[in-house]
DNA sequence: CTCCATGCAAAATATTTGCAATTCA
DNA sequence: TGAATTGCAAATATTTTGCATGGAG
């Protein structure tokens, strides 16, 4: 239950990027502030509908773009696909997800900060973004 | 030029993983041993096509897919998309993209798989797969 | 009242599947 | 020869765009 965050602070980001506050956008926002499981535009979009009736998937998409832009949500990439997202209120995080239940938890790399510095340095890279995703099974899924 | 590696072990690696060789497979496989920027299905169809006429996208989808699958090439999640394959044949690797021209070179990461014991631990996860890919600009798009 | 935002339909992309013809082993 | 492979066409799936209407500020 981790996800399950204040979706006010979201709303407040909206407007302080110039976005306004509407009825979709705040179904959408509660949608992925309170899943634990990376949603995708589709998955967003049927459980955000049964609260706000007359919903098109064409906003979700449109709204999920201005999440990313804003970092309030992160694309999440998985093997099977790379539409997913997840909220990213926190900064930019690690995430580690479970293949079979989708179930994902976050985790610090402080580490790496040193060994992204030695590879930009071999390399003549100047780095602007990383991505460290881990996959496998999730505690509860080992059991089954 | 780092890529541009012989093409004799893929094909070997193909049929002993119970496929045959076929002028379009080793077509793809060409293109895709000897270049050093990432390649999309599409890309991979139209310069694969010059050598081989008559080649289908669909064949080219087909082709990745099992190369995919036997390892020999390996998926790259871009910010722009995630549809693009870089060879892999040295088994899995990290990998540092430009995002300016495309290129892309490989890297070590020995120092993470401590990391990844560390949070599989503390997470009650098993870790079967991880991608870690870096973003930035290349020496030479530095001076432009 | 003025734009921004929405939903619909339709377009544009991207990927997969059915199937007869072909080719490798 | 027999099974795997191919290319085509068509089916799906996914994402984007044009545009008239509606709603936030």
Redesign the pocket.
Known sequence: MIFIMDTKPWLTC??QN????????KA?VEIIAQTENAL???EVYEQARRR????????????L??LEETGLIQRVHQPG???AYLPSAHGHQHLIICQQCGHAEYFEGDDMQGLFEQVANQHGFHIREHWLQLFGTCRDCQKN
């Not at 110039?18 to 956008?25: D, E, M, N």
């Not at 706000?52 to 709204?63: A, E, I, S």
């Open positions: 909206l407007q110039g976005y306004r506050l509407t009825a979709t956008r959408v995708n535009p589709l706000t009736r007359g919903l098109g998937l064409v906003t979700v998409y449109r709204t773009e201005k696909g790379c539409n």
